[in-house]
Every structure is written in C-alpha cells, then in structure tokens.
DNA sequence: CTGTATCCACTAGGATACTG
DNA sequence: CAGTATCCTAGTGGATACAG
C-alpha cells in the first residue's frame, strides 16, 4: 500500500516512525504477565485483588505496573469506583479484546504443541 | 476433555505438569526478539548474520541466546554446513510455523490498532 | 562466519512499609 | 482495597575478546 514517490521524504519519515512505533508496542505487549492479564480479563471484568489471585505468582509491582503499561496503550479500562475501601475494575477495551484473539490463539498453540516441545526438549538437554 | 475420577490423583498430577510447563513455554516464547526472530524466518530461511542483520537491534548475544532456546523447544530447525567459513541456516519447524500465525496476527492487530494506541498514550501522558 | 566466555553496568522485580 | 515509594539483590543483556 502506499505507492511511494520519487523523492518520498515524508512519507519514508512516516513509515519510519510508525514503525519504530509498533516495535515499541511490541516489547511493551510481548512480555508473559500482560498476555496472562489480558487472557484473564478476556473472560470477564476483574478488580486488582481479583487478578492478583488469578494470574498465579504475580508480584503487587508487576500486577499495577502491567496495567498502568496496557491502560496506557488503550488495551484496558480503568474504572475506579469512590467508595471505601476502594473498588477498582480493569475491563479489556475493543483494541484489547481483538489482542485477545491472538493470545488464545497462543494458548491454544501450547495445548497443541505440548508433547512435541516436551520430546524436543528432552531430545535436546541430553 | 479427561473427565476427572473419583481420587484422581494421576491425572491431577498430569495437569499440573502440563501447566507449569504451559506457563514455562508461555515465559520463553512470549518476549519481543523471540517473536521478531519467528516473524522473519516465516518468510525464509536465514543464516545466522542475515538474522542479525535483519532483526535491527538485536545483540549477538541475545540472537544465539534466543535461538538456541527455540531450537530447544523445537520451533526452528539448526542445519550446519561444515564448510569454511561454516554456514548455518535456521528454519521454522511445522511447529514454528504454526506459532507464526500467532505472531502474524499480532503484527496484524499492531498495525490495525496503531493509531488507537498512539492517541490513548498522548491522551494518558497528558 | 558462527559461537562461547568473561566482565560489568544496569534494571527488573521481589519484599516491605506506608498513604488515601 | 488499591496504589506508591524505597530498598536491595539476582539476573539481563551489552561490549569485548577469543576459538573453531
């Protein structure tokens, strides 16, 4: 898609920076913790306390420092409620429900491969 | 799937395993060079200095890091060519190969939802 | 060319304590 | 309950040098 032309400055600088941005979203996003909260959150609207008990040997840190890194790509909704003690629930946004594909297409890919990766490894530590 | 018995214990233990095996695959393969490395041996085989070449960025050292760990779990092949200088070529295994739909898809999503995620940054920066 | 090893700076990330 | 801040250690990853 878009023809270049002959000189394309603009354009080249464009690409350049769109790219440089999707590798930026990539590293943010590629990273274990933010696909275990996303596929959690894929099934339904959880509260902090919630996720922290799901997504299994998350720190405190990792858990708020994830989310604010995913809210801030617009991946998730942050919806604080102002009672006390506090309520706060963290729901997939659309951009992050279609990310959501993808992971289950990853878990799916590990049920799948399972056995193979098991024999590959034990082929390969010997 | 596996409908549970009525101790169970076998089969218990065989998901847990599965499991923690699961999250060990999930931890290896879901980091950003992993992914770049799939995305661009689904075009071609590679040597390893096209690769280098190729994934900008990446230091020598993560480059065998991260191979020798997909060649471990299986998703890419190791051929060397015993010439001087060696040659050695790395290609995506059929299990490769499916994981690199995944990671299509996510490049997929990255440029759909690019400037989604742009304007929500600019907007949470502010 | 490909790969290993060593050194070193840096940051990721856990534990803890403290606020609203 | 949710979040921030501080400290501190272990591991990550770059640069460099060297070997096959």
Redesign the pocket.
Known sequence: MGTKQFSGLPEDADLARADSLAREIFADVA?K?AFLIIEFLGERTL????L?DEVE??????L??N??MLERNGLVE?D?HPTV?????YTLTEAGQALRATVDGMCGWTRQYLGHIESSRDRFDA
């Open positions: 990273n913790w509260r902090f306390s919630e922290r040997g998350i720190s405190h840190k990792m708020t420092q989310l604010r942050r604080v003690p506090p309520r706060v629930e």
